[in-house]
């Protein structure tokens, strides 16, 4: 079976755990300041903030950026539950924007109209590896003196016009086993902002500025230094992984009949944390069912749009169309992309997709 994901673990991740075990510091430790350090150069900011996970990560951040309570966030519904979830987190309330179908990504055209009195953020997710348009999301957000929390929990490494990502507002990534690079579960919060960084730190440590003295109410969010190590090993080896992703990426959009391959627009460094094509007519879940039988692993991210997830309609009321969100979510398809590829992986995939009937 050709897997849709597989992190790539070398002999450094292990020895790194090893001498981490060794030490005697297990959390919260000198990795973890080692890590962050190294995160926030590869992000080119100032600040890197370490977090048990995307989730907290975007907790976090929502957090300090004092967003709260009756204030409204402006996001997609085409994303991982996390990113809607964790402005409920904070009390405040996800408002969703349709997607441009070209790049699956926040339509900037359609913000405005969704911006009401209560709006106090906007957290564009950038999704499957490739950024959104920032320039006309950070212009509106400096005309309505909005903040702006990047979801760039799938795009490490990516770049806009030559800017990372993570680099543009606060910025929040995962970890996790199947992103780019991964500490296992794990997340981080990237900033420039030198108050929101230590901000970031104090929730992350139940509140605490002075050992054992609470300011506010925080949570135990903190990363292991068994994490940080391994993280601090594939890191390094982040630019490496996303070329060979990027040109995976190329061999298949080459050869791929029959099926919309992925868009790269002008000036996007796209990091393919997944190679998502669109089947139209019906018949995306038949050619599942027919790679299934090749062995070829695919995926479907996501097949419910957050505001048609049950908890979102029946317990928070959600009720709206968003075309192009619920088109894609029913058309979409996501093919193995990873480094961990041979060329005859890559040939099997192309050969699979292409002998289906479309
Ligand atoms: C877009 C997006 N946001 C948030 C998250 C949450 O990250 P984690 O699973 O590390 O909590 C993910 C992870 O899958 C994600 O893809």
């Not at 953020?121 to 348009?133: K, T, W």
């Not at 099926?259 to 002008?266: A, H, I, M, R």
């Amino acid at each position: 079976m050709i897997n849709i994901a597989k992190p790539l673990i070398g002999s450094e991740e292990k020895q790194a755990v090893l001498d981490v075990l060794d030490s005697g510091i297990l959390a919260q430790g000198p990795r973890v300041k080692a890590f962050e350090e190294a995160f926030a150069a590869m992000c080119s900011v100032k600040h890197a903030i370490a977090t048990s996970s995307g989730t907290t990560a975007l907790h976090t951040a929502l957090l300090a950026n004092g967003i709260g309570p009756g204030d409204e966030v402006i996001t997609p519904s085409f994303t991982f539950i996390a990113s809607a979830n964790s402005v409920l987190f904070v009390g405040a309330s996800p408002v969703f924007v349709d997607i441009d179908p070209r790049t699956f990504n926040l339509d900037p055209q359609l913000i405005t109209a969704a911006i009401t009195d209560k709006t106090r953020a906007i957290m564009p997710v950038h999704l499957y590896g490739l950024s959104c348009d920032m320039d006309p999301i950070l212009d509106i957000a400096s005309k309505y003196g909005l903040l702006v929390i990047e979801d760039a929990c799938q795009s490490h490494g990516a770049t806009y016009h030559g800017r990372k990502v993570g680099s543009m507002g606060t910025g929040t990534f995962s970890l996790y086993p199947t992103k780019n690079m991964t500490s296992g579960e794990g997340g981080m919060i990237t900033t420039n902002d030198d108050a929101i960084a230590e901000h970031c730190r104090v929730i992350r440590q139940h509140g605490m500025r002075r050992r054992y003295y609470h300011d506010e109410l925080g949570y135990n969010f903190r990363m292991t230094d068994i994490q940080a190590a391994i993280g601090f090993e594939q890191l390094k080896k982040l630019e490496r992984f996303n070329q060979v992703r990027r040109e995976n990426a190329r061999y298949l959009s080459e050869h791929l009949k029959g099926v919309t391959v992925p868009l790269v627009p002008e000036g996007y460094g796209h990091v393919f944390h997944q190679y998502t094509i669109r089947v139209t007519g019906g018949r995306r879940d038949a050619l599942i069912q027919h790679l299934a039988a090749r062995d070829v692993g695919s995926m479907v991210y996501y097949p419910v749009p957050i505001h048609q997830q049950t908890f979102y309609v029946n317990q928070l009321g959600y009720n709206l169309s968003l075309l192009e969100t619920e088109l894609a979510a029913s058309e979409v398809v996501s093919l193995p992309v990873h480094p961990g590829l041979s060329a005859a992986d890559l040939e099997t995939i192309v050969n699979a997709v292409n002998e289906f009937a479309f």
